[in-house]
T-cell receptor
Framework: AQSVSQHNHHVILSEAASLELGCNYSYGGTVNLFWYVQYPGQHLQLLLKYFSGDPLVKGIKGFEAEFIKSKFSFNLRKPSVQWSDTAEYFC?????????????WGLGTSLAVNP | EAGVTQFPSHSVIEKGQTVTLRCDPISGHDNLYWYRRVMGKEIKFLLHFVKESKQDESGMPNNRFLAERTGGTYSTLKVQPAELEDSGVYFCASSQYQGRYDEQFFGPGTRLTVL
C-alpha cells in the first residue's frame, strides 16, 4: 500500500539552528513529491515540489529538499530557522502517471522555533 | 485571483444531524479534491472530481458521505447522519490540469465537531 512516513512528529529548535525533517515514501512507480506547510491559523500552502530533473529542489523561505530515489526519501532542510518557521510541515506524494493526483500524506511534523 | 474558499470555517453539530460543507475552487480549475484530517491522524484523501464527474471516490468512508459538484463549479460534501468519528478538519483543494505537473491549491478547511 502507498504510504508516507515522517520520522519526527514534534521538533523544537532555537533560532538559527539547522533543520532537517525526514520523509520516506512507499510507492510503486513514478512519483511526484511535495512538502506543504501550515502556519498557525493559515491554510496549507506548498513549500516545494519535485516532479523530475534535479533531485535538489529549492522552495520558498529558504527551504530545500533532496529526492534520493534509492532511499525513497525526500527530506526537507533549512540551514537556519527563524521564529516565523513555527508551523506544521507535511510531506506528501502522488502518482507521476495517470489522471488521478490524489495526495498520500505523512502524519505531519510540528515545528516550534524558540526566539 | 481568489483562492480556494470553504464554508463554514467551523461547524458543531450533534450526532445524528446533517451537515453540508461547501468548497469553491479557483476559477477555471477542473480538478477538485476533498481530504480529511482526523485529530492525531494523517490527512486522507476522500474523493476527486474532474469537472462535474467523480474521478475517484475510493476514500469516502461510507455511504453517509455524499459529494456533489453540479455544473463543475463549487462542490458540497454532505454528511448524513453525522457520527462522532466524523469529527475532523475537511480540506478542499483544486488544480487546473490532469497532467503530471499538476499542483493542488488548498482552502482553509472546515473544522467539523460532532458531539
Amino acid at each position: 500500500a502507498q504510504s508516507v512516513s515522517q520520522h519526527n512528529h514534534h521538533v523544537i529548535l532555537s533560532e538559527a539552528a539547522s533543520l532537517e525533517l525526514g520523509c520516506n515514501y512507499s510507492y510503486g512507480g513514478t512519483v511526484n513529491l511535495f512538502w506543504y506547510v501550515q502556519y498557525p491559523g493559515q491554510h496549507l500552502q506548498l513549500l516545494l515540489k519535485y516532479f523530475s530533473g534535479d533531485p535538489l529542489v529549492k522552495g520558498i523561505k529558504g527551504f530545500e529538499a533532496e529526492f534520493i530515489k534509492s532511499k525513497f526519501s525526500f527530506n526537507l532542510r533549512k540551514p537556519s530557522v527563524q521564529w516565523s518557521d513555527t508551523a506544521e510541515y507535511f510531506c506528501a506524494v502522488n502518482a507521476g502517471a495517470g489522471n488521478n493526483r490524489k495526495l498520500i500524506w505523512g502524519l505531519g511534523t510540528s515545528l516550534a522555533v524558540n526566539p | 485571483e481568489a483562492g480556494v474558499t470553504q464554508f463554514p470555517s467551523h461547524s458543531v453539530i450533534e450526532k445524528g444531524q446533517t451537515v453540508t460543507l461547501r468548497c469553491d475552487p479557483i476559477s477555471g480549475h477542473d480538478n477538485l479534491y476533498w481530504y480529511r484530517r482526523v485529530m492525531g491522524k494523517e490527512i486522507k484523501f476522500l474523493l476527486h472530481f474532474v469537472k462535474e464527474s467523480k474521478q475517484d471516490e475510493s476514500g469516502m468512508p461510507n455511504n453517509r458521505f455524499l459529494a456533489e459538484r453540479t455544473g463543475g463549479t463549487y462542490s458540497t460534501l454532505k454528511v448524513q447522519p453525522a457520527e462522532l468519528e466524523d469529527s475532523g478538519v475537511y480540506f478542499c483543494a483544486s488544480s487546473q490540469y490532469q497532467g503530471r505537473y499538476d499542483e493542488q491549491f488548498f482552502g482553509p478547511g472546515t473544522r467539523l465537531t460532532v458531539l
